[in-house]
């Protein structure tokens, strides 16, 4: 029997019983694992040449009985069959794109994506002889017509950041499959409750498990799901390059997944009603949200996701010191440039981007956007305290 998203959160990936008769998972502290004698390290390694050893490893690098219940919680709630946590969402996603890329390779990926991102493509596999080309976001044709001889990897995220635009992942699952490709999709902003990119034949999906995944602002994780043949690889890699998550962490975010499908569906109901509220507003010249009519991509946001999510961005009439004048009349959340936890969080991209309002303009960033990374406080609350930080420019 298929069980829901809320059952699975809590329970999927877990053994019963626990260890101590517990009903959490415990936190295992430690560095290294000792064998009994030269025979169980013979048996541990027969073990391990035919995949057999799942919790049991023989240093914390490669694995960690914590995270691993936690990889299996992940893999189940993204529908593949493996999943491979790291120590951010950065690490999980230049760890894979070097474990899939070689010198000569091209790299195909969509430019509204997370900066850093970009700059790991153009900084650094550049150094290592792997080219990329940037296409604009959800143009299916543009990045049809990029592809080389030499593309090995397709990466787009859905939605993106921070203008939340939606990629037809059918078109990118298709199109990998027509050439050979691997496709990669990072879906932080959507999370599993409201789009799985396995299920439309997308061959690895990355989050940022900082975000909603953990929940509460308070851990740093990344992790990639897919099958075992395409992991395979990346695990290979995170052992060499020892990006892995600690104990620690892993228990945090085991914790924060119990309760994921309830912060979404929080968090989705928020979206919606705010995106409403702005989209009204006289001070508001754009409002960017997928659950909008308005958005460029809102027939395949309601084809693809089951929710929206809970960012909004939005363009205010202002200019950059107006924009962050009005960042500061806010009361409700926290100033800060990272998303998808109970609190609310605000910022104004362009002044975390680059002081050169010339690079922002580069970056394709506006002056007056605005992004909120909504919480689960009420919308009441959350709306009452826009109205009055936008209230002076209204008038």
Known sequence: MK?????????AGEQRPKPF????????????YSFADTDEILDFMHAKSNGNVDVRD????????TQTVAERKLADLDGGEKALLFASGMCAITTTMAALLSSGDHLLMAFDCYHRTRDFAIGF???WGITSTMVPAADPQALEQAITPQTRLIFVETPTNPYLRIQDIDHVAALGKQRGITTLVDCTFATPMNLRPLEFGIDLVAHSATKYLGGHN?????????SREFLEPVLDAR???GGINNPHDAYLLLRGLKTLALRVQRQNENGIKVAQFLEEHPAVKRVYYPGLPSHPDYE???RQMEGHGGVVSFEIDSDFAGTGGFIDRIRLPYIGPTLGGVESIIEQPAALYSLDAEERRAAGLSD????????????????????????????
């Open 218 to 226: 308070d851990l740093l994780a990344g992790v990639v799901t897919g």
């Open 3 to 11: 069980q829901h998203h809320s059952t699975r959160a809590v329970h």
């Open 239 to 241: 052992g060499v390059m």
């Open 21 to 32: 008769g517990a009903v959490t998972t415990p936190i295992v502290q430690t560095s290294t």
């Open 300 to 302: 395949i946001a309601q």
């Open 368 to 395: 007056s956007l605005v992004r909120y990374a909504l919480g689960i406080e009420d919308a009441e609350d959350i709306i009452a305290d826009l109205d009055q930080a936008l209230a002076p420019i209204a008038n």
């Open 125 to 127: 596999l550049a150094r």
């Open 58 to 65: 023989e240093y914390g690098r490669y694995s960690n009985p």
